[in-house]
């Protein structure tokens, strides 16, 4: 296991509520992602980090936000939940920084379904 | 734009029957290709880096080769335990590690 930890593993919401996941990591690395993935669709980019309050936007960030206040933590939320953010969100880190090409190893995933 | 594609969407094998997944990208500038397997309720799992064209790699039952426009995933001899949905993924130079990935291509291995 690359020590990765989402919570909650599952998540049933209705819409217009907020929701927030967590990401927590025991390897230290310094780069965080967050990804959903869809059916019919590839792993697409919400937001990613590359160090403590650094973050920045990916693919598919409308509705989303991020927060990163400790090396370990990653926090997604989603500030007014909608059914169109149905989905599975997976978390993922990488080493990146100390060697260019290194692969993202992701977590087991959070099950988000918007009511 | 970069993009990757992958097919079949799904392919089905007897066991022991070897064959290969395509996946073929359009990056502008190649730091790595990726492999990863992923199992149902679970998050990708990563298996191998191709950085240039030419380079292989194995574990296993599995090889990945590189060209420039495509990698292929050989599976030989398949066990019914490397039945997952295959993804493939590429990083682009001056990215910040995140990688583009292909929608995948579900195998199963029947007995």
């Known amino acids: 296991d690359a020590g990765i930890t989402q919570s909650p593993r599952h998540k049933v919401t209705e819409t217009g509520t907020p929701v927030t996941l967590r990401c927590h990591q025991t390897?230290?690395?310094?780069?965080m992602y967050w990804y959903r993935q869809d059916p019919g669709h590839g792993l697409r980019l919400i937001h990613y980090?590359?160090?403590?309050?650094?973050?920045d936007k990916g693919e598919v960030s409308d509705g989303y936000s991020v927060s990163r206040s400790k090396t370990e933590d990653f926090l997604l939320t989603l500030e007014s939940a909608t059914s169109s953010q149905t989905s599975v969100y997976f978390c993922?880190?990488?080493?990146?920084?100390?060697?260019?090409?290194?692969?993202?190893?992701f977590g087991n995933g959070t099950r988000l379904t918007v009511t | 734009e970069d993009q990757v594609t992958q097919s079949p969407e799904a392919l089905r094998l007897q066991e022991g029957e070897s064959s290969s997944l395509n996946c073929s990208y359009t990056?502008?500038?190649?730091?790595?290709l990726f492999w990863y397997r992923q199992d149902p309720g679970k998050g990708p799992e990563f298996l191998f880096t191709?950085?240039?064209a030419g380079e292989e790699k194995e574990k296993e039952r599995l090889k990945a080769t590189l060209t420039k426009k495509e990698s292929f995933l050989h599976i030989t001899a398949p066990k019914p335990e490397d039945s997952a949905t295959y993804l493939c993924?590429?990083?682009?130079?001056?990215?910040?590690?995140?990688?583009?990935f292909g929608k995948g291509t579900k195998l199963s291995v029947k007995p």
């Open positions: 390897e230290n690395h310094r780069y």
């Open positions: 993922a880190i990488s080493a990146q920084g100390s060697s260019y090409n290194s692969p993202l190893h």
């Open positions: 980090s590359y160090g403590v309050k650094d973050t």
């Open positions: 191709l950085y240039s």
């Open positions: 993924a590429v990083q682009a130079r001056g990215s910040q590690g995140n990688l583009i």
């Open positions: 990056v502008s500038g190649l730091r790595g």
